[in-house]
């Protein structure tokens, strides 16, 4: 006598699955880079270069299957770290014939432009940060899309978002968590977006391993005091994925390039002295003259990955940058490096709301000071 499992696998292996024989569960977003064997569920921290794909994984009862199914366009999948077997991942030719209604979203915060503040003394102490769902009408009833042919892609990325699907067919419905889904903990919501929410983050290819990291943080939004909820790093808000500042994201970058400097946390950019074992001051003071900021008064500074480069800090007496991009000041040639800093470099730095990319003329003014990482990147 055939078991349950046996039956189960005699059902799957029909071309056709009825809709009366599936039972809808859960939808879940799965990511596929390179077109590597396996799709992986959860967040994804991809590079640049990566060709990024996302699909759909729903799981389904089978009648008489005692397992749950994966119905998916991937021929591979790895759902919270165990690979699921082959023959619980099943193609639903219905859906090529009958394509089932298909909705994806983008998710955002509402306000990027913005300071979020927590406050500590209040029965809510925690900044609320609002997200709103942004249908995507060119990946509409598509089961596997491409990032590259998001219509947003460059204004998104490098940097991170949220993405939401949903999926109907035949009187069933099915979604991935979204804005409902909120990060709770003992002194209530935390602020921001659930883990569950399926959450991307493209990094940038500037050659600075620090610099790369730290570019993901764009579109997080700007929590001027943000803090753990514990004590502990590894459930602030900026590990997260919720918020923080360029101080905290920077120890986040830091971390995510294979360097930790927690023991220096809140002391960065500016050491305490000369002897500060993570920086090291490349001139104590820099001044604008002629179009250029110079060392010693006298010589233009050198833009290198040896003296002072891309991921370094520039800081006035207020605020901190981290330089992002070195820029021509000619108009005409404005994004030919000319190696010189100079007022249409860009930096990376919070100013009134998200990180966001300045010109040095406008950023922090004509006297600076440079600080270097000792160790380069």
Request: charged share 25%; aromatic share 12%; with cysteine.
């Amino acid at each position: 006598m055939k078991s349950w499992r046996q039956i189960g696998l005699i059902i799957l292996s029909l071309s056709v699955l009825s809709a009366t024989e599936i039972d809808f569960r859960k939808l879940k977003i799965v990511t596929d880079l390179n077109n590597e064997k396996y799709a992986r569920n959860g967040p994804c921290i991809a590079g640049d270069h990566d060709i990024i794909k996302l699909s759909l994984a729903l799981s389904a009862r089978v009648e008489k299957l005692f397992s749950e199914i994966y119905i998916t366009s991937e021929n591979g999948l790895i759902m919270a770290g165990d690979t699921v077997q082959t023959d619980r991942i099943k193609k639903w030719e219905d859906f090529a014939s009958k394509k089932p209604l298909i909705r994806w979203y983008l998710i955002l915060p509402t306000r990027l432009d913005t300071v979020y503040r927590n406050t500590p003394e209040m029965r809510t102490q925690w900044a609320q940060v609002i997200y709103e769902e942004i249908p995507i009408a060119e990946w509409n009833d598509q089961w596997t899309v491409n990032v590259a042919d998001l219509n947003v892609k460059q204004q998104l990325f490098p940097g991170t978002a949220w993405f939401k699907a949903e999926i109907a067919f035949r009187g069933q419905f099915a979604a991935t968590p979204g804005i409902e889904n909120r990060y709770r903990v003992a002194s209530g919501d935390y602020g921001g977006l659930s883990p569950k929410v399926f959450r991307l983050s493209v990094k940038s290819k500037t050659g600075n391993r620090f610099l790369d990291n730290l570019l993901i943080f764009r579109n997080l939004p700007y929590i001027a005091n943000s803090n753990s909820w514990n004590g502990y790093w590894s459930d602030h808000q900026t590990k997260q994925w919720i918020g923080g500042d360029l101080m905290t994201f920077t120890y986040f970058a830091m971390e995510l390039a294979g360097r930790s400097s927690l023991s220096y946390f809140g002391k960065l950019p500016m050491p305490p002295s000369n002897a500060f074992e993570a920086t090291e001051y490349f001139e104590l003071e820099s001044h604008y003259r002629g179009g250029f900021f110079l060392m010693n008064r006298t010589e233009p500074i050198v833009i290198d990955q040896i003296n002072f480069g891309l991921g370094d800090f520039v800081a006035n007496r207020y605020q901190f940058a981290i330089l992002a991009r070195d820029r021509n000041p000619d108009e005409a040639n404005r994004e030919m490096p000319n190696r010189r800093l100079d007022e249409a470099d860009l930096v990376l730095m919070n100013r009134g709301g998200a990180l966001e990319m300045i010109p040095l003329g406008e950023a922090l003014g004509d006297t600076l000071t440079l600080v270097r990482w000792r160790k380069r990147w």
